[in-house]
T-cell receptor, first 110, second 112 residues
Framework: QKEVEQNSGPLSVPEGAIASLNCTYS??????FFWYRQYSGKSPELIMS????GDKEDGRFTAQLNKASQYVSLLIRDSQPSDSATYLC??????????FGDGTTLTVKP | DGGITQSPKYLFRKEGQNVTLSCEQN?????MYWYRQDPGQGLRLIYY???????QKGDIAEGYSVSREKKESFPLTVTSAQKNPTAFYLC???????????FGSGTRLTVV
C-alpha cells in the first residue's frame, strides 16, 4: 500500500462544474496536509494547506480533512479551463518532510 | 521578490559523468529539499536538510550527494553511480517542519 494514494484519473468535468479530488494516507501520525497544482512541464505550486479536521475554504477551493478516515479532499467550484492541471496531494507525518501521491490530472472542458 | 532559483533549466549528462544541480533560496527558510519526478509519477524524496551543515537521506538517495554549507544554498550532485538519472529534479524549501513547500522551477536532466 502506498503511503499517499490519489484517484488515478484522469478526471474530466465541464466548465462551471464542481471538481472533486480525493486522497487517502496511511500514517495516522500525519500532522499537515497539502494540495499542490502542477501545470504540464512546470513545477508544483502550493494551493491549499489544512491542519485540522473539517473544511477550509479559499476562493473557489475547499480542502476537507477527516483524520479518523485518513482522508483528504479538494473541491474546486465553478471549474475553469485554467484549472486543467495535475493536482498532487502531500502529507507531512513529521521529521519535516512530505510524502506525495502520484497526482490526479484534471481537464476542464469549455 | 523572494523565491527559489534552480539552474540550469536543462542539463545533459554523459555516461560516467558527475553533474551538480544548483538551488538557491532567498526566503530565509531553514528547510530545503530535493525531489525527483519521473513522467506521470509523483515526487520522490532524494535528500533534505532542516539546518545548515546537516542533511538526511530520503527514499532514493543512492547515487546522489548534497551539501548545506549556507542557509541559502543546497546543491545536488548526481554521481555516475546513479544508473537512471534522466528525470525532472525539483528543489523546495519550507519555513518550518510542518509547512508547505515553495518549489523552484526545476532542472530537466537527460543522459546522452
Amino acid at each position: 500500500q502506498k503511503e499517499v494514494e490519489q484517484n488515478s484519473g484522469p478526471l474530466s468535468v465541464p466548465e462551471g462544474a464542481i471538481a472533486s479530488l480525493n486522497c487517502t494516507y496511511s500514517d495516522r501520525g500525519s500532522q499537515s496536509f497539502f494540495w499542490y497544482r502542477q501545470y504540464s512541464g512546470k513545477s508544483p505550486e502550493l494551493i491549499m494547506s489544512i491542519y485540522s479536521n473539517g473544511d477550509k475554504e479559499d476562493g473557489r477551493f475547499t480542502a476537507q480533512l477527516n483524520k479518523a478516515s485518513q482522508y483528504v479532499s479538494l473541491l474546486i467550484r465553478d471549474s475553469q479551463p485554467s484549472d486543467s492541471a495535475t493536482y498532487l496531494c502531500a502529507v507531512n507525518a513529521g521529521a519535516g518532510k512530505s510524502t506525495f501521491g502520484d497526482g490526479t490530472t484534471l481537464t476542464v472542458k469549455p | 521578490d523572494g523565491g527559489i532559483t534552480q539552474s540550469p533549466k536543462y542539463l545533459f549528462r554523459k555516461e560516467g559523468q558527475n553533474v551538480t544541480l544548483s538551488c538557491e533560496q532567498n526566503l530565509n527558510h531553514d528547510a530545503m529539499y530535493w525531489y525527483r519526478q519521473d513522467p506521470g509519477q509523483g515526487l520522490r524524496l532524494i535528500y533534505y536538510s532542516q539546518i545548515v551543515n546537516d542533511f538526511q537521506k530520503g527514499d532514493i538517495a543512492e547515487g546522489y550527494s548534497v551539501s548545506r554549507e549556507k542557509k541559502e544554498s543546497f546543491p545536488l550532485t548526481v554521481t555516475s553511480a546513479q544508473k537512471n538519472p534522466t528525470a525532472f529534479y525539483l528543489c523546495a524549501s519550507s519555513a518550518g517542519p510542518y509547512g508547505g513547500y515553495t518549489f523552484g522551477s526545476g532542472t530537466r536532466l537527460t543522459v546522452v
